[in-house]
Nanobody
């Protein structure tokens, strides 16, 4: 049974960088979109970034565009999220999720994803 495992979270200062990784344990991502979402305390979960099944097309929320970069290595069954120029507003638990096969329709909607990781905490101090 496939499980998604996030890693790379931690505490970083304002303006710093972190690189998150999502690994598919016990299987593969297959030909599926993979997304990153985050949830800050007291707030709803929100879309951060997604990448198409072939890695050719990334998508970003407006709040992270130009600062975050999503990438995937299908050979290694990993999807990464490089986060630069972090601010305290980026503080949240970050989740990766597996989306539909061969489709990026509704990539920003969490109901489009059927498998989620346990999350990794990112804290940005000022």
């Amino acid at each position: 049974q496939v499980q998604l495992v996030e890693s790379g979270g931690g505490l970083v200062q304002l303006g710093g960088s972190l690189r998150l990784a999502c690994a598919a344990s016990g299987g593969t991502f297959g030909s599926r979109t993979v997304g990153w979402f985050r949830q800050a305390p007291g707030k709803e979960r929100e879309f951060v970034a997604a990448i198409s099944w072939n890695g050719f097309t990334p998508y970003y929320s407006d709040s992270v565009k130009g600062r975050f970069t999503i990438s995937r290595d299908n050979a290694k069954n990993t999807v990464s999220l490089q986060m630069n120029s972090l601010t305290p507003e980026d503080t949240a638990v970050y989740y990766c999720a597996r989306g539909p096969p061969f489709s990026t329709v509704r990539y920003s909607r969490d109901e489009s994803y059927d498998l989620w990781g346990q999350g990794t905490q990112v804290t940005v101090s000022s």
